[in-house]
């Protein structure tokens, strides 16, 4: 019977450990300060570089450790630690007032702005206005011609309906008018995929994170009004497209979790370090 007895005990603390979905046994910090498990994070493909370059310092320093990253959006960034299925998200985009009551809560790591890029080939300018980018993702302004272009019909890109990228853009440009987006635009489902788009397809705009600046040799960021996408117009509030990048959890983080420890680690100087060194603009700028 005493037998019996210890397998069941053996058995209940291993389920135990188990529980959660999201990780493996060892989760929360250990009595010698150190971490283990497997840990799933996911969400927005902007935050995306952040958090794999956080990630892999931060296992460095607790090498039983191993932390995923899987980038679908920003939504499923939401939804993900709401279900279970990410104990840590991470969105480009505001929590929406529903979200926040089914107890996601935001965690601001780095500030961001979206850049507006044409096909340095194919298309001349290096500034529109913003009136002339609503236009042209209203379907308005179909040809370049139209804005002192070249003769070539406008080819546009547009992120998924997942995307906290879109959402931002969105809000801060056709919406401003209460316009929609174009249904003809051509979709593509991360910032990566975007600057590769428009850099290898002649007559092309799109837009994409700060990050994502230069990272395609066939893309260039343009002027909006003649603000440039840098860093110090988003801090002081003239270029017109800017977000905060987030983490999300599901309520608070219970304290000596390795998710308390992540995201203390992101908010840190080195962490934040981090953040700059993937061209994003630290939360403390």
């Known amino acids: 019977m005493k037998k019996i007895i210890a397998v069941l005990m053996v058995l209940f603390v291993a389920g135990f450990a188990f ?54 959006g920003s939504s499923a960034g939401v939804k993900g630690p709401l279900e279970g299925t990410y104990s840590i998200g991470a969105a480009s985009r505001s929590l929406k007032d529903s ?115 230069g990272k395609d040799a066939g893309t260039k960021a343009v002027t909006v009004d003649g603000i440039a996408p840098v860093e110090k117009n988003v801090l002081d509030g003239s270029y017109a497209v800017s977000r905060d990048l987030i983490l999300i959890t599901n309520g608070p983080v219970p304290a000596g979790t390795l998710e308390e420890a992540f995201i203390n680690y992101i908010l840190s100087a080195e962490g934040q370090d981090i953040v700059k060194e993937e061209k994003f603009i630290s939360i403390n700028s």
């Open 19 to 72: 529980a959660g979905g999201q990780q493996d046994a060892g989760m929360d910090q250990s009595s010698n300060g150190s971490f283990s498990g497997n840990y799933a994070f996911g969400g927005s493909t902007t935050v995306e570089p952040i958090i794999r370059a956080a990630a892999e310092a931060f296992t460095e320093m607790y090498p039983d450790v191993k932390i995923s990253y899987d980038a679908p």
């Open 99 to 213: 979200e926040k009551e089914a107890g996601a809560l935001a965690t601001a790591i780095a500030k961001d702005g979206v850049a507006v890029v044409l096909n340095k080939g194919s298309v001349p300018m290096d500034n529109l206005s913003l009136e002339d980018i609503i236009a042209i993702y209203a379907g308005e302004v179909t040809n370049w011609s139209q804005l002192g272009g070249p003769d070539a019909e406008i080819v546009v890109f547009n992120r998924d309906e997942a995307s906290g990228t879109r959402s931002c853009f969105n809000d801060a440009t056709v919406k401003t008018q209460s316009k929609k987006f174009t249904e003809t635009a051509a979709i593509v489902t991360s910032n990566g995929d975007m600057v590769a788009k428009v850099g290898s397809t002649p007559y092309a705009i799109g837009y994409c994170g700060f990050g994502y600046i």
